[in-house]
């Protein structure tokens, strides 16, 4: 599959880049989306939250009525789940939500991600750039030069680039990322994929 690259003034420079079929032409494995970004999301959970049992509620433990003959539900104290105020029955505890997933998973999943992008025409191929200082005006004049302003976009880049790092961060719409930070949530979370030329020959061997 080949693209135009185009310059940051959203204009055609003449050039093609190749996309490896092995890569953005392969056959979407749905399923193995799904656990790539189920595992994403699950690893994203602090797993902190902690809801107190009955033997972990503050109060007496007095009996407060007889067992039985009260035509009422039988309740020992004032911690019992049936009063209000009382413990809570299997209440959430701390764990860890995070799982395991096969590497060759994982760069499955992520392959299809970037194939349903292009089988999408949702990718676009732009030439390596920089700015001399953070300016989140420029970042946004170069989107609405690819005519990708309007859409949620992730711009990867074959490596660390603060300035335009720091001149996307403001931007709801905008993420930057590196080839090394690439993976299938991202991929999917954005209805716009563009490239730098750089990260394309980094992406072609993942």
Same mark, same amino acid.
């Given at each position: 599959m080949e693209l135009s690259v185009y310059n940051i003034k959203g204009e055609d420079t003449g050039k093609k880049v190749t996309l490896n079929d092995a890569v953005f032409g392969i056959e979407p494995n749905?399923?193995?989306?799904?656990?790539?970004?189920?595992?994403?999301?699950a690893? /994203?959970? @602090?797993?902190?939250?902690?809801?107190?049992?009955?033997?972990?509620v503050s109060g007496s433990t007095r009996k407060l009525i007889r067992q039985k003959g009260?035509?009422?539900?039988?309740?020992?104290?004032?911690?019992?789940?049936?009063?209000?105020?009382g413990g809570r029955v299997f209440g959430p505890r701390p764990r860890d939500y995070s799982f395991k997933l096969n590497k060759k998973v994982k760069a499955l999943a992520r392959k299809s991600a970037?194939?349903? /992008?292009? @089988?999408e025409n949702a990718i676009y191929v732009v030439e390596d750039f920089t700015?001399?200082?953070?300016?989140?005006?420029?970042f946004v004049s170069v989107a609405q030069n690819l005519k990708v302003a309007d859409k949620k976009m992730l711009l990867v880049l074959g490596s660390q680039n603060k300035n335009v790092y720091l001149s996307a961060r403001n931007l709801p719409k905008a993420k930057v990322v590196t080839t090394s930070e690439l993976n299938t949530y991202k991929v999917l979370d954005c209805a716009s994929l563009?490239?730098?030329?750089s990260s394309v020959a980094a992406i072609n061997n993942f």
């Open positions: 749905e399923h193995a989306i799904y656990l790539d970004v189920k595992q994403y999301m690893n /994203k959970r @602090q797993g902190t939250h902690k809801a107190k049992e009955r033997s972990e009260s035509g009422g539900a039988r309740r020992g104290d004032i911690n019992s789940p049936v009063m209000v105020g970037l194939s349903l /992008k292009a @089988q700015f001399e200082a953070p300016k989140t005006k420029e563009v490239l730098t030329e």
